[in-house]
């Protein structure tokens, strides 16, 4: 199976300020997704990062609140940018592989704004 | 309403005890993968279903897809303290194909007691 990771795994910030989350991948993967779990809940897509040209996002989340990266086939940052409390979550990467027969996830983030 | 319901939403059973947790949703189910996750944690890949009537198994853990291809069904035989977790039901696609883009029930959060 494959491994990814996620930097950092738990952060503590201050409303208003931005917070940068990366996603390693230890193979290339056309494709990377982007979770956001509330606590309590259950995951929602963020947005899908492409390689080499903008994130696709989906309804409700904007790029000037999540602008996210993908410089390469095994790489992304996703950032919380002009944080509030609403926004403590704990955020996924993932990744599918095999076609789709598998899509693993990193181990996210805990990010709590205080 | 959920786009995909999970039941029951929490279960408490005996060590040894059998038991099983549903997936359904009104459309047709594109990709239905499971994952478990422990408190705070990333998610577990189990296994990923495609065809109708397809049947997988991960150690004492199966799961299956109905022949509609509108309900999954995850069964743990002789549970152990181990399998204790939240047990997430995701769809890469409803109604169309496996985008990769998973929607995730709501989860169904297990305690085993010894």
């Known amino acids: 199976s494959a491994v990814i990771s996620q930097k950092p795994s738990r952060d503590i910030c201050q409303r208003g300020t931005s917070l940068t989350i990366q996603c390693q991948v230890d193979?290339?993967?056309?494709?990377m997704f982007w979770y956001r779990q509330q606590p309590g809940q259950s995951l929602t897509l963020i947005a899908t990062?492409?390689?080499?040209?903008?994130?696709?996002?989906e309804s409700g989340f904007v790029i000037d609140k999540f602008p996210i990266s993908r410089p390469n086939l095994t790489f992304s940052t996703l950032t919380v940018s002009n944080m509030s409390p609403e926004d403590s979550s704990i955020y996924l990467c993932s990744a599918p592989f095999q076609g789709y027969n598998e899509q693993f996830f990193g181990p996210g983030t805990r990010l709590t704004v205080l | 309403s959920q786009e995909l319901e999970q039941s029951p939403q929490s279960l408490i059973v005996q060590e040894g005890k059998n038991l099983t947790i549903n997936c359904t949703s009104s459309?047709?189910?594109?990709?239905l993968y499971w994952y478990k996750q422990k408190y705070g944690e990333g998610l577990i890949f189990l296994m990923m279903?495609?065809?109708?009537?397809e049947e997988k198994s991960h150690e004492k853990i199966t799961a299956k897809l109905d022949e509609k291809k509108q309900q999954s069904s995850l069964h743990i035989t002789a549970s152990q303290p181990s399998h204790a977790g939240i047990y997430l039901c995701g769809a890469g696609g409803l109604s169309s194909g496996n985008t990769g883009k998973l929607i995730f029930g709501q989860g169904t959060t297990l305690q085993v007691k010894p």
């Open positions: 990062a492409n390689q080499g040209s903008e994130a696709t996002y």
């Open positions: 193979s290339q993967v056309t494709m």
């Open positions: 279903l495609q065809k109708g009537g």
């Open positions: 459309k047709t189910l594109y990709g």
